[in-house]
């Protein structure tokens, strides 16, 4: 156990079992930060491991695996879109991943057992991204993609309050990348309200996020709940 990872696991008595009770304990909203997929996540490796901390690093490294491997799809994605050919559609995602995988910065995800919550929310916003991308790069042709990168979304969005900020990243990608070939290029204004009606289903749950974190939760004094908190 690191930092105060065993106070949460030990005291947090809604991660001993799967009755009503405890799963609603874990799904309703408290007094607390929203991430009932974090809890759901402890609660399933409390099942097999207990409380020895083996389990749920193990757990942990290999979600890391699989968050890197996503982030490497993600960039041969991106690299396909942005015109790449050749050896870089290969060179470049096996790169991305590499410095992924042994960034400093990642180490305390692995090593913190909270820090399960970073890498749901990136495997989920990750799966959002490559689901969205293939529906727009199909011409809106396949809505179940649509469909499922907002259920992902919302996963996201159970795991921790910060994934509220992802739309910004598959808004710039649009903008990136949505304008068709041969055509001229409409005002980032027009572009923007032509993709209201798509980013509605994402944007109002993360409003509504959003505004029960910063006024509801108590995670912030109601003192500091300031412009700058707020965004």
């Not at 005291?11 to 929203?34: F, M, Q, S, V």
């Not at 396909?80 to 096996?94: F, M, T």
């Not at 994934?163 to 068709?180: C, I, R």
């Not at 944007?203 to 910063?214: D, G, H, Q, S």
Request: proline share 5%.
């Amino acid at each position: 156990y690191v930092q105060w990872d065993d106070v949460l696991l030990t005291n947090k008595l809604a991660l001993r079992g799967t009755d009503a009770e405890h799963l609603r304990n874990i799904l309703l909203p408290g007094t607390g930060a929203y991430q009932p997929l974090r809890d759901l996540y402890f609660l399933l490796i409390y099942r097999f491991s207990g409380f020895n901390p083996f389990g749920y690093h193990l757990a942990n490294w290999v979600l890391y695996l699989a968050v890197t491997a996503l982030a490497m799809r993600s960039a041969s994605v991106v690299c396909r879109r942005a015109g790449c050919q050749g050896p870089e559609l290969v060179l470049i995602p096996w790169l991305t991943g590499l410095l992924f995988a042994l960034h400093p910065l990642h180490v305390e995800v692995v090593a913190w057992m909270q820090g399960n919550k970073d890498l749901l929310a990136t495997a989920f916003c990750l799966g959002t991204f490559l689901c969205w991308e293939k529906f727009t790069r199909q011409n809106q042709g396949n809505i179940r993609y649509y469909i499922v990168s907002l259920l992902l979304f919302l996963l996201a969005l159970g795991s921790k309050p910060s994934a509220v900020s992802f739309p910004l990243v598959l808004l710039t990608f649009d903008l990136l990348f949505s304008g068709e070939k041969g055509k001229t290029s409409r005002s980032t204004a027009s572009r923007l309200v032509s993709l209201i009606p798509r980013y509605l289903p994402i944007l109002i749950p993360a409003a509504l996020l959003t505004l029960y974190f910063v006024l509801f939760s108590g995670a912030l004094d109601s003192s500091r709940v300031n412009a700058g908190n707020f965004l």
